[in-house]
DNA sequence: TAGATTGTTAATCGATTAACAATC
DNA sequence: TAGATTGTTAATCGATTAACAATC
């Protein structure tokens, strides 16, 4: 079971809003940044920014900021996301496509260069450039690429084979997008994408706004 | 800025991950349900999904565990999940059309009723039983609705206007897909979705579980 | 010099974990 | 009765927040 507990999670969750942040004011030309203005951005406090980036091990100029292309580098070098993250994706539905499709990956260091489904009348096909593999073909194409990432986007019922499948061909890491939770040896990484719990957090926060109103509270409750 | 901080915020994500669940084990008709065996599936020790489970205010009976069907409403009364809420969704791409095909959501309670987008070869087709109206239809179409949930989907530059569009419209929560942190009033709820937050998660396992390797621990490390 | 910001230490708050009696 | 599990109280751990001197 190998839902590893990450210490500073809250941290690391934050690092790619702060990179995307900065890239967007790098490119704008601005050469330094301070933590006030990512937590302005984030509607957040300071002085949490300022702990996060510590994790960093960067230094910034006080009464300054940062440098911005250093502060990108460091947080790049901290999530490892330096060197390109080879991946491969199963399932070529409706998310998996998506997923294909989004071009923010690049930014991230994740380049997913390989793609399967089950499906024929989608093998062979092309979606947002990749071919579409015939599932069964995996050992083949995926044992000489020596590929570490594998996303698994098919219907719940397919999830744990899908797991199995990439494990058994040597994939030590899983993004999965799919509604179940999956079993994976102790050497293998596995993140679960549950967009149901934002929407949980969500519905309590619209809960928690109307029981404000009620009470006649128009005062910021966070 | 209504980033409202929740209170027992990873309980409440971790709730539909237990709803999932629940209802296929109340599917296959098993009436009692222990920690136990949710902890089991989720990877967890029970005592965190007894505290959880404590929240929505529900008893047990010692020794058994708990009724399924009574946990189940139980978790759907917690999250406002026993009534439908419906909402719309602005940006029909790749993304937006992903979700729109999720059948999940019924589950959860929610129903995508209007889909907006702005791209004339879109509007007036069907995507996933669904007309994309024009954006430009907004008011006209949302205010008869009462409708307080809103999707954003389209690219991160037209988030903050579609934003403000939908607030000016009567819209009280935003869940947004886009990336980009977005500029609400105080009475509006918004929830960012940044899946490169998983990934980010995820890279750091990795570089964990390579260490550890490195260092000949086979053990768990979590 | 005045204002802004960093870096660091300490205080607070809340989530997780442990322990165990009570119950089925 | 034995085994499993709940419910509750206390202990621990870690994240957030506060405070402030040092620096630009």
Redesign the pocket.
Known sequence: MANL?V?????IRRMPTYLQKLVELHAEGVPF?????LANYMN???????????ITG?????????KTDELIAAIRKFLGWNNVFEACLVGAGSLGSALLGYEGFEGYGLRISLVFDSDHRKIGTTIHGRIIHDIKRITELLKPCAMRLGMICVPSAYAQPAADLLVANGIKAIWNFANVSLQVPDDVAVQREVIAGGFALLSVKIAQLEAAKKNGEVRNVG
């Open positions: 507990k210490p500073k999670a809250p941290t940044v301070s933590t006030t203005v957040l406090e300071s002085i949490v920014v300022r702990k996060d980036l510590e960067i230094s910034g100029q006080p009464g300054v900021g940062y």
